[in-house]
């Protein structure tokens, strides 16, 4: 009983490395492409114009949102479908009240958040 647990542990940690050396050697793991590339928002601290610039990895539905830390949609600054490529929204934030918001990033598959503060 002993000699058979020994095998089936030995077995099982060989089949567990070469699933890692099988995983390790796929370039869907090695580099993860998505279909956002660059997503910066600048100034961040804010007080009445920011910029955010995002590039896309694809042809798609794009999305560009402002919400409260509560999660309270604020603003929709893009909803429409583009191309690949790299796009400026500026965003106005006089109206914005002093605090945190996320603004987030959608297109295609991918969704990226970021916190941006307004002073």
Request: with cysteine; hydrophobic share 45%; proline share 1%.
């Amino acid at each position: 009983m002993k000699h058979t647990a020994r095998i089936f542990s030995v077995l099982l940690v060989l089949f567990v490395c070469m699933s890692a050396n099988l995983i390790a050697g796929s370039t869907a793991v090695q580099k993860i492409k998505t279909d956002i590339g660059d997503f910066i928002i600048a100034p961040n601290s804010t007080k009445q114009i920011t910029a955010i610039t995002y590039s896309t990895n694809i042809d798609a539905a794009v999305q560009l949102t402002v919400y409260s830390m509560q999660g309270q949609l604020i603003k929709t600054l893009v909803d429409d479908k583009q191309k690949s490529g790299e796009y400026c929204v500026e965003l106005k934030s006089e109206s914005l009240a002093k605090g945190a918001y996320v603004v987030t990033l959608k297109a295609g598959l991918t969704q990226l958040s970021k916190k941006m503060i307004k002073n």
